[in-house]
Nanobody, 121 residues
Framework: QAQLVESGGGLVQAGGSLRLSCTASGSIFGINHMGWHRQVPGKQREWIAA???????LCADSVKGRFTISRDNVKSTVYLQMNSLKPEDTAVYYC???????????????WGQGTQVTVSS
């Protein structure tokens, strides 16, 4: 079993920035795809970004140009740099990991515990 631990959430004003981190541990061999989802209360969880172990990146249109995903394979850590934050980015952000890209986006094998991001107007 792999474990994912997130950090870096918090409260920020609109237009500000935050960086989330997620470190994987345990049985992580073969888990090539890591990424982030977010969820607003009462709404479905939304996939927002993914990165492969080789550094290939995909981002959802809702965050493209503002959020950047990156990865340090030595540290088994994935980052989400969030710039130009908007109140509608307020959500619980979840780190996720899976062995394939489709699984990561639809139903990841592994989830972090979630970290709250609140953007005030």
């Amino acid at each position: 079993q792999a474990q994912l631990v997130e950090s870096g959430g918090g409260l920020v004003q609109a237009g500000g920035s935050l960086r989330l981190s997620c470190t994987a541990s345990g049985s992580i061999f073969g888990i090539n795809h890591m990424g982030w989802h977010r969820q607003v209360p009462g709404k479905q969880r939304e996939w927002i970004a993914a990165i492969t172990s080789g550094g290939f990146v995909l981002c959802a249109d809702s965050v493209k140009g503002r959020f950047t995903i990156s990865r340090d394979n030595v540290k088994s850590t994935v980052y989400l740099q969030m710039n130009s934050l908007k109140p509608e980015d307020t959500a619980v952000y979840y780190c996720a990991a899976d062995r394939n890209a489709v699984g990561l986006r639809r139903n990841p094998d592994y989830w972090g515990q979630g970290t709250q991001v609140t953007v005030s107007s």
